[in-house]
């Protein structure tokens, strides 16, 4: 919301104090309907909510005009957008026009109001602080009912942060990552949240989706690192399946008998890793010279107790 239009149109909404749609925005000044609707929404609730408020502390303390450090502290804002604010408000002596009147005869409690649910926002950071994450948890979700929560990222952030740490919790974490990434797409520290979160679910359960996930957050934060570990997990668990592989039985049955095809062992051996399979044999019965039927390798001719050896063919 930086350039130069995109102000233009800003001043023109808070000077009409009305509503602006999408539609007429997008008419007016000739630009996309994306854009337009983006500008709407914006208008409509963050910076016109910025601006009234600006105004209804600075009618409250006359003293405190032009104080870019009392905008900051009352509004909970970066000293960027409390310079603009404050800007704004000189340019068209809003704190001497019928804007700032109407504002503070109609609107005289909702200071109060603010001050009462800001103490309350900043008791979900203590929590998350102080790692009491269900506190935390709970109180957000408590704030997120009322009608007027308009949370800043610093409490989203407590509150991602405490959905992770908090044991059992971490899925939903993901799921709300991925709702406030749709609302705020420029905050590139959540999909590194999404990614540590994703690869450490993908590490403790073996999860291939899991970690191919985390390396698409990372890919979007530009977390090199963070990429780099997922692609090493990834070789982990593959090299492990595969081992886990080469060390299982597969049991057949020949003869009445139940034993492995690659070690020709019983399935009493079913929980001790089979030496056959990695040296590639096949085990089949087999009728010696004498009549009698012996469990060898159809391949090399080696008895069972050669399995821990290669077959030679």
């Not at 910025?50 to 870019?68: E, M, T």
């Amino acid at each position: 919301m930086e350039d130069k239009l995109s102000i233009e149109i800003i001043e023109f909404y808070l000077l009409e104090d009305r509503k602006l749609n999408s539609v007429e925005i997008s008419e007016k000044y000739n630009i996309g309907t994306n854009r337009a609707k983006r500008l709407s929404e914006y208008l409509n609730t963050e910076c016109d909510d910025l601006l009234r408020k600006a105004i209804q502390y600075l009618i409250q303390d006359d003293s405190a005009k032009n104080n870019i450090d009392f905008l900051k502290s009352k509004l909970n804002i970066g000293s960027n957008r409390a310079n603009r604010i404050s800007d704004f408000i000189n340019k068209h002596d809003l704190l001497d026009s019928t804007y700032s009147l109407n504002l503070s005869l109609n609107k005289t409690d909702s200071i109060e109001e603010e001050l009462i649910n800001k103490e309350d926002l900043n008791e979900i950071i203590k929590f998350y602080t102080n790692e009491m994450y269900v506190e935390a948890i709970e109180s957000y979700e408590n704030e997120a009912k009322k009608a007027n929560f308009k949370p800043t990222i610093e409490l989203i952030n407590a509150y991602l942060w405490s959905l992770y740490k908090n044991k059992g919790t971490e899925h939903k974490a993901l799921e709300n990552i991925e709702l406030y990434l749709k609302l705020y797409p420029k905050n590139k520290d959540w999909n590194d949240l999404g990614g540590h979160i994703c690869l450490w679910l993908g590490e403790k359960n073996n999860d291939l989706d899991l970690l191919k996930m985390a390396s698409k957050y990372y890919t979007k934060s530009k977390n090199i690192d963070g990429i780099s570990n997922c692609n090493k997990k990834v070789n982990d668990i593959k090299e492990h399946t595969a081992q886990k592989k080469i060390e299982q039985h597969i049991f057949k049955s020949s003869r009445g008998e139940m034993f492995c095809k690659f070690c020709a062992e019983s399935e009493y051996h079913k929980d001790i890793p089979c030496e056959g399979r990695k040296n590639e044999h096949n085990y089949i019965f087999i009728k010696s010279n004498n009549g009698s039927w012996d469990l060898k390798c159809n391949k090399c001719g080696n008895s069972k107790y050669g399995n821990i050896q290669p077959c030679s063919i």
